[in-house]
């Protein structure tokens, strides 16, 4: 005969085996339209237009590498994946060290009218995108930065330090200040406190911001399209000018489609962990 406490933790195991299943079928009905993008692209042209990707699960003779040899030799894909990573690493670099710097001066150091500015960082957190395009693009275009990388760059860091002095800002008012004034004591000035205590305790969040910043930038196509020079375009728009002129070529579409996704996916899975610990960081705070 079983007991209460018996009958409850075979409840607490259904349960728990219910929410496992649900996350598992969850997750893959997530993963499926990627798998289906990957399977796609392996696939030849007639092929999937005579059937979908799925037909690739019962007759796998059907895949064939020919579509990457194809986009490899694609000088517009290729070029576009370069000009992407020339775009996407600096505007996260510059707003990762100016963001930090900013993000400490309006944490620990005083001067006249902090926090008023600080607010109106803040504010600008709810500027939309589009408000600033026709307004940058004259500005741009009078000093000779319209349709350059350093355009685009400057864009994507503009609209990205309110976000990252917000965000480092909250996280480093958070360390203790016995901490510091311990640094002070021995003899530490403020770029030193800086570089060997702060940095090292606000690197999970700076990690996180990171992440975000590259895969915004790297993802981003309206920022792009107007400012980026139309004869060297990031790989959002190389691919979408694919489809207006060619508009079936899915053997050269689809895999590039797919790199292009590839690479955020590698950088969120090589600090994953540094990820983890800056989410739970600030949920703890």
Known sequence: MSTPAAVGRLAARAVSGAVRVFLVLAALFWLLPTLGLLISSFLSPTDLNTGGWWQALTAPSKLTVTNYARLLGNDTITGSLLNTVAIAVPATLLVLVLGSL??????????????????VVVGLLVVPVQVALIPVSELFGAIGLFETTAGVVLFHTAFGLPFAVFLLRNFFAEIPRELLEAARLDGAGELRLFVRVVLPLGAPAIASLGIFQFLWVWNDMLVALVFADSAHPPVTVALQQQ????GNNIDVLAPGAFLSMVVPLVVFFAFQRQFVTGVMAGAVK
Do not use: H, N
């Open 102 to 119: 900013a993000g400490y001066a309006f944490a620990w150091l005083e001067f006249p009218g902090r926090d008023w500015l600080f607010l």
């Open 243 to 246: 489809v207006r002129q060619f």
